[in-house]
């Protein structure tokens, strides 16, 4: 069993920076895929990033440039710097780590305002 706690969300204005954390227990941690998704009022969840174990990145395309994702396996941490927010970021934003089942956390509001 894996427990993820998300931290770092927030109200921010356009053009501003978040830095979200996603702490998980257990001590496996490092060979994990970990993502962020996130879902907006009256959507459906969409991936944001994902890191593999090895360092690897996706990323959506409507993040590309300005979302990065990282890990700190010794933390058992994974981060998802934000910057350049737009309105349409707009979202709770959850953390995920999949290692053949999926482990979900509670969602961190993002809240992008002008």
């Known amino acids: 069993q894996v427990q993820l706690v998300e931290s770092g969300g927030g109200l921010v204005q356009p053009g501003g920076s978040l830095r979200l954390s996603c702490a998980a227990s257990g001590s496996i941690f490092s060979v994990f895929v970990m993502g962020w998704y996130r879902q907006a009022p009256g959507k459906q969840r969409e991936l944001v990033a994902h890191i593999t174990s090895g360092g690897s990145t996706t990323y959506a395309d409507s993040v590309k440039g300005r979302f990065t994702i990282s890990r700190d396996n010794a933390k058992n941490t994974v981060y998802l710097q934000m910057n350049r927010l737009q309105p349409e970021d707009t979202a709770v934003y959850y953390c995920?780590?999949?290692?053949?089942?999926?482990?979900w956390g509670q969602g961190t509001q993002v809240t992008v305002f002008s």
């Open positions: 995920n780590a999949h290692l053949i089942v999926n482990y």
